[in-house]
């Protein structure tokens, strides 16, 4: 908790949004006022502050297309969110990494060779590519995952590779070789540790565009599939009651912007911290 | 010179590892005989049709025939519209390519005057809403974006069309959402380049034989802080593109994006290839046209 006592008070609030709905994720069954798959044609489309007849509660934020509690659906929608946004931040960080420790490390041809698929890569843009991904695949919600690893590995690639470049010939490396090091365990154990900073600082603002991307995944159909519940695709049920209903919309939507704006609010602290060079001054 | 043929001989090389991405998404998306045959033909005609489109050589083959195909505009004819996949794209692109042009528009008629007002009231409250300001913008979700702007413009306000592109005011729209991602980035990048343009010597030169303030910041000031912003316009082209997918399929805007969008749901793969590739095309156009303008803003690269 030592971190935590030495951030400015824009970091902690949003290490404290992140808190907040990572922990309402994981009680998820247990704050859930509703059944979030549960339909009720009667009530369909209520606005916010609705009090449902049957059972008297209130439905604070109302309900969509399908008479679905949005509060409850809300709250389920964080964990799969969530969970989408930090494995495939997770999977992209773990193949780029992989790719840039070798690539730098061993330098040569195979460096070359890695470095133009890179180039490949980063010419294609990334919603076109998770298309032809997502197309191929077919959606569900390993392979949205999936796909986003595998759009956003290229991040991971460069900067550590270029990293590694650096390392490779300096001290550390150079006395574990006398040593007689073997060269994965120069990798993993010399090289890996020195660029670890990087990884982490890419990370953290790695969620938050995976959230975003997620989102724009669901609205072409692409993404997590109904009836489970995405913010993504909580979004995307509201664009066609649009003109009656707002609501259905605006609650998955700033549920996204909030998270995402924690996000990248904590990991330009941490990337303050952990590297000086790309403060923001 | 030496500089802009590596930068020429890169994009070539870039397209064709792009021709190989394309290749592979047809290859990958398994026998086109069974989405174009019925499913009841028998065995030796589902043979003859493979045989006919070339499907029984091996991978290899398949690719340089794809090669040679595409290097004379041929990709086949679009599952769906039954016409030859290139020109239906293609014929999409200004359309497309008008959008994106509007969305950078957008992009820097926030970035540069939030960038520089940023900078010039360092730590101020200019500066804390400048930084808000991009952080909303990097931090928002373009469908939702979208949605929003059509509940306060189109349905509330009524000012703007929610759809179609028959107005001049329909692109309005379509480019913010296009466009608000590279808006928030090139504040940013514009702000903290600009803060280390002015702390430089030759801007407190520039300031010190009596300039004012202005003309310096203008002048000297925002000439070298557009060099980073030049490259980083190469690279947000793929976030601009990839948005402008939203963009054209949430307002039904008739970009060649919207096409391949429903093409997405027909499996029609041609229609997909060429838009990937198009894509890619104009990528490496944009980017080869940043490093000449980098070149020239910088003299150092271009004397090299």
Redesign the interface.
């Known amino acids: 908790m030592d971190a935590v006592q030495h951030m400015d008070p824009a970091a902690l609030f949003g290490f404290a949004i992140i808190m907040l709905f990572v922990l309402a994720a994981l009680l998820a069954p247990l704050i859930e006022p509703r059944d979030p798959l549960a339909q009720d044609l009667a009530s369909r489309l209520k606005p916010p502050g609705f009090t449902d007849p049957q059972s008297g509660t209130r439905l604070w934020l109302g309900t969509d297309g399908l008479g679905r509690d949005i509060l409850s659906r809300l709250i389920e929608g964080a964990r799969v969110s969530l969970l989408v946004g930090a494995c495939g931040a997770s999977l992209s960080a773990v193949l780029g990494t992989s790719i840039g420790l070798s690539a730098g490390y061993l330098g040569g041809w195979f460096d070359a060779a890695m470095m ?2 890179v ?2 890569w ?8 998770a ?2 991904i997502a ?2 695949l077919g959606p569900s919600l390993q392979n949205v995952i999936l796909v986003l690893g595998i759009s956003s590995w290229v991040n991971y690639a460069r900067v550590v590779r270029s990293e590694t470049l650096s390392q490779r010939h300096g001290e550390v490396v150079l006395a574990a070789r006398v040593v007689g090091a073997g060269h994965l365990r120069i990798v993993l154990r010399h090289v890996l540790p020195q660029v670890a900073a990087s990884i982490v600082v890419l990370s953290s603002l790695m969620v ?1 565009s995976m ?2 991307f997620e ?2 995944l ?5 993404g997590v599939q109904p009836p489970t519940p995405s ?2 695709n909580m ?2 049920d ?2 066609e009651p ?2 009656v209903a ?1 609501w259905v ?2 609650f ?2 700033l549920a ?2 909030l998270v ?2 924690a ?3 904590l990991g330009d602290w941490l990337r303050d911290r952990l590297d000086p060079r790309h403060s ?2 | 010179m030496v500089y802009i043929l590596q930068r020429l001989l ?1 994009g070539v ?2 397209l064709f ?2 021709s ?2 394309v290749f592979g ?1 047809t290859w ?2 398994g026998d086109p005989a069974s989405v174009l045959l019925p499913l009841n033909t028998p065995p030796d005609q589902i043979a003859q049709f493979r045989h006919q489109l070339g499907l029984d050589q091996p991978v290899p083959i398949q690719y340089l025939d794809f090669l040679g195909r595409a290097l004379h505009g041929d990709f086949g004819i679009s599952f769906r519209q039954r016409t030859a996949a290139l020109p239906l794209v293609a014929e999409r692109l200004p359309v497309t390519l008008e959008l994106m042009g509007a969305a950078l528009l957008f992009a820097l008629l926030v970035a540069v005057p939030l960038g520089i007002l940023a900078a010039v009231f ?1 730590r101020r409250t200019p500066d804390l809403l400048a930084r808000f300001v991009a ?2 913008g ?8 979208g ?2 702007l ?2 306060l413009f189109a ?1 509330t306000l009524r000012w703007l069309p929610s759809s179609g592109a028959d107005k001049p005011q329909s692109i309005v729209l379509p480019a913010i959402v296009a466009g608000a991602y590279s808006a928030a980035g090139l504040t ?1 990048l514009l702000r ?1 380049s600009l ?2 343009v002015l702390a430089n010597d030759y801007m407190r030169t520039a300031r010190a034989k009596g300039l004012p303030g202005r003309l310096v910041v203008m002048r000297h000031g925002l000439k070298n802080a557009a060099i980073p912003v030049v490259t980083f316009l190469g ?1 947000q ?3 601009l ?3 402008a ?2 963009a054209e ?2 307002f039904a805007y008739p970009g060649m994006s919207r096409l ?2 429903e093409a ?2 027909t ?1 029609d793969m041609p229609v ?1 290839q060429v ?2 590739l198009l ?2 095309v104009l ?2 156009l944009v ?1 080869l046209f940043a490093d000449l303008v980098y070149a020239w803003l910088d003299p150092r690269i271009r004397l090299a």
Do not use: C, K
């Not at chain 1, 980063?122 to 590519?129: E, K, R, S």
């Not at chain 2, 928002?140 to 974006?145: E, F, I, Q, R």
């Open positions: 133009r698929i180039d490949v980063q010419a294609v843009p990334y919603t076109i590519l298309i032809a197309v191929i938050g959230i975003l989102a724009s669901s609205f072409l159909g692409l913010w993504g979004v995307l509201g664009v649009i003109r707002w919309s605006l998955p939507g996204i912007l995402v704006m996000i990248n609010i923001m001054l | 890169h090389f870039v590892g792009i190989v991405v998404l990958l998306t360092h952080l909303l990097q931090s928002v979700a373009a469908p939702w974006l949605v929003m059509i509940l349905v940013r903290s803060l280390e690279l082209i793929t976030f593109f990839g948005n997918v939203i399929a949430m391949a969008v997405i749901s499996r997909i838009f990937v894509a890619g990528v490496v980017n």
